[in-house]
């Protein structure tokens, strides 16, 4: 019964944050308390409507083969009509559990974490706009709806990691996360208008019919274009080398931002757009070649720059980096299954270690440097499990949930590539050593700056029940998945049965394990100096450090072609279309004098000039009047 | 020979050639209108004309110059009103002074 | 009038009006300009009347001889700066109003060559004043009022003008 109203009135799920967003946008701004039980009570509707939406997928047998769709025309131009709608397949009702459980927790957690700030209302209006924009991605019909709402969620983490917009850091940052990530949507729009040309539709089924037909006759040229251009838009969207400097610095933002925008949802939309267009990009394998690896070198990467990261939330973002390029890795190795399964688990568990972050920064007065923190386990105890918890999960240790999804991925790596199976493997390793020294840093050992570690303290229920809630999710999401049959549900082409790879499971806990020993070694134990080892590999570590010098890289192009440009264009500008008007206003000029003259106010020469004129006209009569005399033989 | 249509139409376009020249040529404001005064009467003596030689019925000429006479009149009137007080405004009755128009 | 007679009537009538025309146009002094208009003023009221017109000559010397020469006269002795200087001279377009204006006679004589109807009879009335009243106050009515309306206003207007505005 129920199932069923939440399956017709899915298009409330994205509705219901929207309107919370408009009532608190325009009304209850300034009662941040009365913003705040808005944006939760709408947030949970949702959220038990996508519970709804999920029971029937479950209970009416919709699957990815024949998916729940109801479309409403949007608008026309000319002969393209373009509608707006649902469609609910397995993947939908995934992400909407996803998007809506993690949104909800949030905003529950944010609710003592922004206390006393003056922007509480605002923030909360954020959050429900960025909420209603996610779902509706998930649930669109065709590319056009996608990128609308692709553009709006854009626009949500634009205005929350500019949120402390007082702060000169933060303005950067929003702008930096816009303008990089636009580079990235330009790529995608370019790619939809292609799509929109060649096959006269976006719409997803209507897609999935056609693109099979047009490779088999036409070949793949053509569509190779269109899917790496469409996959440009989520190298921009889920920071892939090259255009993830974004998302470091988009932890300018409140910590929640971080969790429900930057690790959790929005992030992984390029993730969702590749999977949703699956029906096109495994057509083409030259594609699938290119995620892939592009996925693997961002993962490594991005897990080799947060080795020697200090401030925490840094450290989580290139770890979600690095998570997310998994998940393109798993994609381009053709293994939806995998790849969602490991969207799902990462959300929970990144979300909780970014929560945690925050309620750690929380209690130590906004301090973000993970050596400066220290011993914390015993005055937090509540979030260092759920740090715990986290840091196992991510470093895929049994039974959490990172293990299964990223045992997944890695067997199904191992199947395509064995190059990139030990890429990912690698990236496992460094994973559970980096999440396993932030957590010893900070938690273990002695307190390094006393003052600090006195005024610290356990959150508030507020804080606490969403950290307990997600450290649940990340116990029990993945085992309990696997044993569901997750990939009966969530696939691509025939339902993948694989039992667990005991040789590959087997060397990836081992790995995680030896990792995790050796962080102790070194941050607990001290039995290596960490910074003997630091001046050991020095160029490797400044490099690291340095996030590679990717940023003064493009400073350095953007210096060199942007401003080369710029010259130029100025030169251009200043002596060639400068001259044309110049020439333009020059000649206007000179014929202006040559004909002022005649307007010299003498009445006279004015009225002569008349004179003349009736004259020429009466020599013409006269001329005409004798012709015409002439023809009627001399007489009027 | 006959005094007809066509000398007195001659006479007149003379006239008004005259007056013409009067109206083109002259600096002062009320030679100005002097030269109009002339151009106004050669078309009334073309009026005039016309009904006395040209075959109709009634003084509809006759009525028409009477009607041209007394805009004339009017016409004069408000020019030397014009005249005076552009003298007193600007002190200047020169034509080819009231260039204000120029472009 | 016997025919010889007209034509010399015509002809001495010709020559004072063109006469006195070009002396109007073409005198340095503007108080002899407005003698000069007057008398030729009285020259196409006599031709007025030659032409059987001769209510209409006498309200040219009424109006143009008397009342427009009286106004001509007064704006000359009101605007005058003064003795020493020519009161009337050209500008700097005498050459090419001159040739305008002979461009003028030329074409016109050529449009005098079409005129074939001459002496062909026309209408003289033996009450000109009479018809003429009949006329206006009958079907040209409507113009006879707009056209007092149109000496009132020129008169008014004629008056503002004149005055000025009030000097604060």
């Not at chain 1, 944006?39 to 949702?46: D, K, L, N, P, R």
């Not at chain 1, 303008?179 to 949507?185: F, N």
């Not at chain 1, 996925?295 to 991005?302: C, D, L, N, V, Y």
């Not at chain 3, 063109?18 to 000069?36: F, K, Q």
Request: glycine fraction near 10%.
């Amino acid at each position: 019964m129920f199932n069923e109203f939440a399956l017709e009135h899915a298009w409330l799920i994205p509705l219901l944050p929207a309107i919370s967003f408009v009532i608190i946008g325009m009304v209850t701004r300034s009662y941040g308390k009365l913003s705040a039980v808005i944006a939760v009570s709408m947030s949970t509707i949702s959220f038990l409507l996508a519970v709804g939406v999920t029971l029937a997928v479950v209970a009416g047998n919709i699957t990815v083969d024949a998916p729940f769709v109801q479309k409403l025309s949007w608008f026309h131009i000319g002969s393209v009509n373009i509608s707006m709608g649902v469609l609910i397949d397995p993947l939908t009702a995934m992400m909407l559990m996803v998007v809506t459980t993690v949104s909800l927790l949030v905003q529950i957690y944010s609710c003592g974490y922004m206390e006393g700030d003056p922007g509480y209302g605002r923030f909360f209006a954020f959050l429900s706009l960025f909420a209603g924009s996610m779902l509706g991605l998930v649930l669109a019909v065709n590319f056009l709806q996608m990128y609308f709402f692709w553009e709006l969620v854009g626009l949500c983490s634009y205005l929350l990691i500019g949120f402390y917009y007082y702060k000169i850091s933060a303005r950067e940052a929003a702008k930096k996360a816009f303008m990089t990530t636009r580079v990235g949507d330009f790529g995608l729009l370019l790619g939809i208008l292609l799509l929109q040309l060649t096959f006269g539709t976006l719409d997803f089924m209507e897609l999935q019919q056609l693109v099979p037909i047009y490779v088999m006759h036409g070949g793949a040229g053509f569509l190779i274009i269109i899917a790496l251009l469409l996959f440009v838009g989520p190298i921009g969207k889920s920071g892939q080398f090259p255009l993830h400097v974004w998302l470091p610095d988009a932890m300018e933002g409140p910590t929640p931002v971080s969790a429900l925008i930057h690790a959790a949802t929005m992030v992984v939309a390029g993730v969702y757009l590749v999977g949703r267009a699956f029906f096109l990009f495994s057509q083409l394998p030259a594609v699938m070649t290119v995620i892939a690896w592009l996925g693997g070198f961002t993962a490594i990467f991005a897990a080799s720059i947060a080795i020697t990261q200090r401030p925490i939330k840094r450290i989580l973002a290139y770890s979600t980096i690095s998570q997310l390029g998994y998940m393109m890795l798993a994609l381009g190795v053709g293994s939806l299954t995998s790849s969602f399964f490991h969207l799902m688990t990462h959300a929970f568990f990144k979300a909780m270690l970014f929560l945690s972050a925050g309620a750690v920064m929380h209690a130590m007065a906004e301090e973000a440097d993970i050596f400066k923190m220290g011993g914390l386990r015993k005055k937090m105890p509540v979030t260092f499990a759920a740090m715990t918890i986290g840091v196992l999960a991510i470093s895929g240790i049994p039974p959490f949930a990172g293990f299964f999804s990223k045992d997944e991925i890695l067997a199904a790596a191992a199947q395509v590539s064995p190059a990139l199976y030990i890429l990912a493997t690698i990236t496992a390793f460094m994973t559970a050593f980096y999440m396993a020294r932030l957590l010893f840093v900070a938690f273990m050992g002695q307190p390094a700056n006393q003052e600090a570690y006195d005024h610290a303290h356990e959150v508030g229920w507020f804080m606490r029940v969403p950290l307990i809630v997600l450290s649940v999710l990340s116990v029990v999401s993945g085992i309990w998945a696997h044993m569901a049959g997750f990939g009966d549900w969530v696939r691509f082409g025939a339902p993948a049965h694989e039992g667990m790879n005991l040789m590959i499971a087997g060397t990836s806990t081992l790995l995680a394990v030896i990792a995790l020993a050796l962080a102790w070694k070194v941050y607990v134990a001290k039995s290596w100096d960490a910074d003997a080892l630091a001046k050991k590999w020095g160029v490797l570590y400044q490099l690291s450090f340095h996030k590679f010098y990717i940023d003064e890289i493009y400073a350095a192009l953007i210096k060199v072609f942007v401003d080369g440009i710029a010259k130029v264009l100025y030169w251009i500008d200043v002596h060639i279309v400068d001259g044309i008007v110049n020439a333009l206003g020059g000649l206007v000029r000179a014929v202006s004098e040559m004909l002022s003259p005649a307007e010299n106010g003498q009445v006279q020469s004015y009225a002569g000039v008349y004179l003349f004129g009736v004259i020429v006209l009466l020599a013409y009569g006269v001329y005409y009047a004798s012709k015409l005399m002439a023809l009627l033989g001399g007489a009027f | 020979m006959s005094i007809g249509l066509t000398h007195y139409l001659l006479l007149a376009a003379m006239l008004f050639a005259i007056g013409m020249f009067g109206v083109l040529s002259k600096r002062n404001i009320i030679a100005v209108l002097m030269g109009i005064e002339l151009m106004l009467n050669a078309v009334n003596i073309n009026l005039v004309a016309f009904n006395r030689f040209m075959p109709v019925h009634d003084l509809t000429g006759q009525l028409m110059a009477l009607f041209a006479i007394v805009v004339g009149v009017a016409e004069v009137a408000i020019g030397i009103a014009l005249a005076f007080r552009i003298y007193r405004d600007r002190n200047t009755i020169n034509v080819d002074e009231l260039n204000r128009m120029k472009g | 009038m016997s025919e010889l007679a007209s034509l010399v009537v015509f002809c001495l009538l010709a020559m004072v009006i063109l006469g006195t025309a070009l002396g109007v146009v073409l005198s340095n002094n503007l108080v002899h300009s407005a003698l000069l208009m007057t008398a030729c003023f009285i020259g196409v009221g006599i031709m007025y009347i030659t032409l059987e017109a001769d209510f209409l000559g006498a309200v040219e010397f009424m109006t143009y001889s008397g009342g427009v020469a009286v106004l001509i006269v007064m704006g000359v002795m009101l605007t005058n700066k003064g003795e020493g200087v020519p009161s009337n001279p050209f500008n700097g377009r005498k050459i090419w109003a001159a040739a305008l204006s002979g461009t003028f006679i030329a074409v016109m004589g050529l449009v005098s060559t079409f005129v074939t109807s001459s002496n062909q009879g026309g209408f003289v009335s033996e009450d000109t004043l009479g018809d003429l009243a009949d006329m206006m106050l009958n079907s040209y009515i409507l113009p006879f009022e707009i056209a007092a309306v149109l000496l009132l206003a020129a008169l008014l207007g004629a008056i503002i003008l004149a005055k000025g505005d009030e000097e604060s």
